[in-house]
Nanobody, 114 residues
Framework: QVQLVESGGGLVQAGGSLRLSCAAS????????MGWYRQAPGKQREMVATVTRSGNTNYADSVKGRFTISRDSAKNAVYLQMNSLKPEDTAVYYCNARTFMDYWGQGTQVTVSS
């Protein structure tokens, strides 16, 4: 079992920045990849950014150049630096950890006002 705890969401004006953090505990030694997903009202959950154990990253086209994912393997933590935020980035952001199955955090709300 892996437990994930997110923090760092909030309300920000368009053009502003936020940094999300996610700490993993439990059987975290088996984590291969970590990432961030988001779900806006009435929409499906979508991938925002992922990072593998070796440091390979992948971003959704909509956030490339604005968001940066990073991982601290020693702390079993993953971070998402979000810059130049847009109202369409408003969503609940979920941390994900992947072993042989997916684990999810409880989600943190990000609201970007225009």
């Amino acid at each position: 079992q892996v437990q994930l705890v997110e923090s760092g969401g909030g309300l920000v004006q368009a053009g502003g920045s936020l940094r999300l953090s996610c700490a993993a505990s439990g059987s975290s030694f088996g984590i291969n990849a970590m990432g961030w997903y988001r779900q806006a009202p009435g929409k499906q959950r979508e991938m925002v950014a992922t990072v593998t154990r070796s440091g390979n990253t992948n971003y959704a086209d909509s956030v490339k150049g604005r968001f940066t994912i990073s991982r601290d393997s020693a702390k079993n933590a993953v971070y998402l630096q979000m810059n130049s935020l847009k109202p369409e980035d408003t969503a609940v952001y979920y941390c994900n950890a992947r072993t042989f199955m997916d684990y999810w955090g409880q989600g943190t709300q990000v609201t970007v006002s225009s």
